[in-house]
């Protein structure tokens, strides 16, 4: 484990410290064309934290965050937690009903939000049965007043305090949420402690990335995802670096415009991004980046083959979870095996076991179990579900692997995602891997359907590059090429274009949607 000392506020060390080692004029921030300095992220984050003080909330209260990537998300998540409250940033791409839920669920008593995305749920206030303040960034500018529930995030900074003192919190302290959800039920809050992000940095951002305070991350996925949330803050602040901000939506003409304009040295994006960003027919000079990271679902092998010919820099790809807060298998700077996730993290162990939880052989696909001290402490009031995932020191993934002799690791699929055809286990990933590698296919989903003697066969839906067209001779031709790579039982039996894949909003194809489509 990382050693700190047992008082330990994470909002300290990753922001007050700059200002005290003398980086307080370093720019932590881009947004929107302008540059902010960790002093000004500092002291905005100490007015967030004495303005919720004056709202009554006190150490272990939960903050709702509801923000599109900028330095309000920094400084209210920072604000919070130096207050040794507990903020929980949100997806902010939901439904009115996934707000309800989440914010019943966590009782926040204060919630941080954008204008455009309050205005849109702010009639669910009545239905909030814990909420009591809503502090609104951009309130005035959109024409509304405060009043005694809403409050302007800008008037509301000018009016609190800029000395806040960090609560005396320990580093096994609560410290923030993020929700995490599956393909079933509703989601789930994971309970991180003050000292999982140092873990994330000690033992993945520092030795993998290399990250220093030169680079300049840019992450299009957004700070309320985990994977993002590192990305974007916790790893350019643990080692007074510069993140890119980026609040729309990571379209591939905005992302390189905003890679020309900051000129970022780090990039992470997903496989669906990378997918579209090829696709594109304009060239884009990317030649800021030293590095690309993937993560969110397996990177197929073409897409890290394509690109590197393209822009000449590598993508690693790997594989973390919202439990265990970022990225704990990885390939590595000159040692890629493209269409692999890479080597277990260093400060991670991995074990694959069978459905006995006994170890499986060499070469043979299993389910993941991690070990390594950026887990959450528990699922929120969600006790059974706590015990079936965290396994004392051991956390079950969901995902399937095999691991060769060399010590790579190869995705499988989600452990509910693989298909049983005629007996035989049938990895989603590889089978879009196989149909990806065709030029006419740009993006690939692989979901199991039932044929008419109701057995399960493999179904493609796949959308195209912009100069291929759908035909029945394309479907023979993809089926052909698929079994000309796998055996032949892994081919799809039935083959749908779309136009797209319906994801998450954090880059996962949503397969259960696919599946359900898949019902006759
Ligand atoms: O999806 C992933 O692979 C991931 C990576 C880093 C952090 C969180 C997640 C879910």
């Known amino acids: 484990t990382v050693s700190l000392p047992e008082q330990f506020n994470a909002a300290s060390y990753f922001l007050d410290r700059h200002l005290a080692e003398g980086r307080g004029e ?17 002291e905005q984050a100490n007015r967030v934290g004495s303005g ?62 954008h204008a455009e995305l309050w205005r849109a749920i702010r009639h669910i206030l009545p239905r909030l049965l814990y909420l009591r303040h809503v502090v609104v960034v951009g309130l005035e500018q959109s024409g509304e007043r405060e009043n005694a529930t809403c409050h302007d995030f800008e008037l509301w900074l000018r009016r609190a305090s800029p000395d806040l ?27 991180h402690l003050h000292h999982d992000m140092t873990y994330c940095c000690e033992y993945y951002a520092k030795p993998i990335l290399q990250i220093n305070e030169r680079d300049i991350c840019f992450s299009a996925s957004k700070l309320f995802f985990a994977y993002g949330f590192g990305n974007g803050l916790y790893f350019p602040f643990a080692v007074g670096a510069s993140a890119v901000h980026y609040p729309g939506r990571p379209q591939p003409e905005a992302v390189f415009q905003a ?26 000079d990317l030649s800021s980046l030293r590095l690309c ?33 970022h990225i704990f298998i ?26 006995r939880g006994a170890e499986v052989a060499p070469g043979e696909m299993g389910t993941l179990l991690i070990r390594g001290d950026s887990t959450a402490a528990c699922y929120w009031n969600k006790h059974e579900k706590t015990l079936d995932t965290m396994r004392g020191r051991w956390i079950a993934t969901g995902d399937t692997y095999t691991q060769d002799a060399d010590g ?37 989903a692989i979901v199991g359907a039932a044929d008419q003697d109701e057995l399960i066969k493999p179904r493609a839906y796949i959308v195209l590059q912009s100069d291929h067209e759908p035909s029945e001779t394309l479907v023979n031709e993809l089926k052909t090429f698929v079994k000309a790579r796998l055996a032949s ?32």
């Open 259 to 284: 890679i020309e304009q900051y000129r970022p040295t780090i990039f992470f994006g997903s496989p669906a991004l990378y997918a579209n960003m090829l696709a594109s027919g304009k060239s884009y």
């Open 330 to 355: 990885s390939n590595r700077t000159g040692e890629v095996r493209p269409g692999s996730t890479g080597k277990i993290v260093p400060g991670y162990e991995a074990r694959i076991v069978d459905e």
């Open 408 to 444: 790579y690791y190869w995705y499988g699929g989600r452990v509910d995602d693989m298909l049983k055809v005629n007996g035989l286990w049938v990895s989603p990933a590889e089978v879009e891997g196989a149909l990806m590698a065709h030029p006419a296919v740009l993006q690939a």
């Open 293 to 325: 990271v993937s993560a969110g679902e397996a990177l197929p092998a073409d897409i890290w083959r394509r690109w590197q010919q393209r822009y000449g820099v590598e993508i690693l790809d790997g594989i973390g979870s919202t439990e265990i807060l």
């Open 26 to 42: 370093r720019t932590a921030i881009y947004y929107e064309g302008n540059a902010y300095t960790y002093a000004q992220i500092a």
């Open 165 to 191: 003192k960090a609560a005396r919190t320990s580093k096994d302290d609560s410290a923030f949420w993020l929700y995490s959800s599956g393909s079933t039920g509703f989601p789930k809050g994971c309970v």
């Open 489 to 520: 039982f892994k081919a799809p039996q039935w083959i749908e274009f779309v136009s797209e894949l319906p994801m998450t909003a954090t880059g996962k194809i949503q397969r259960f949607v696919l599946r359900e489509a898949s019902r006759p």
């Open 52 to 113: 919720l003080s004056e709202l009554g909330i006190e150490m272990e209260q939960r903050v709702a965050l509801i923000l599109l990537d900028s330095p309000a998300f920094a400084a209210s998540f920072f604000g919070a937690l130096k207050l040794g409250a507990v903020p929980v940033p949100m997806n902010t791409m939901l439904r009115p009903d996934d707000y309800i839920y989440l914010l019943n669920d966590c009782r926040a008593k204060v919630l941080c939000v």
